[in-house]
């Protein structure tokens, strides 16, 4: 979330905080959201906030934000693949990771 609020100026005005306004740590956020679960109010919070929508007309959209980690496996090959595997690299441009194209930064700069 923290990440996300400083990267993203459509969540800094969805907590409303300013451009000069510091952003809450990881820990400040998860400390209350505890709170919250502790006195049993994440669903009224969340319900009170969908109200919230209605009343200024929002549209919900299909649009998710997906948090991934990409992780690096070595995979064991069969002798049949490791026979059918080029000697040599391709020596051409690389592909840019699936990740780095959605976000739009281009192989080419």
Do not use: H
């Amino acid at each position: 979330m923290e990440y996300q609020v400083l990267e993203r100026l459509s969540f800094r005005r969805f907590v409303c905080l300013s451009l000069e306004d510091p952003v809450p740590d990881a820990n400040t956020v998860w400390k209350y959201e505890e709170l919250l679960v502790q006195k049993n109010l994440t669903d009224e919070l969340f319900y009170q906030l969908l109200s919230q929508m209605e009343t200024q007309g929002y549209q919900p959209q299909s649009r998710q934000i997906v948090d991934t980690i990409v992780i690096e496996a070595s995979i064991r090959k069969t002798e049949e693949q490791q026979q059918r595997q080029p000697a040599v690299m391709w020596p051409g441009p690389r592909k840019m990771p699936l990740r780095m194209r959605m976000m739009g930064i281009s192989s080419k700069s």
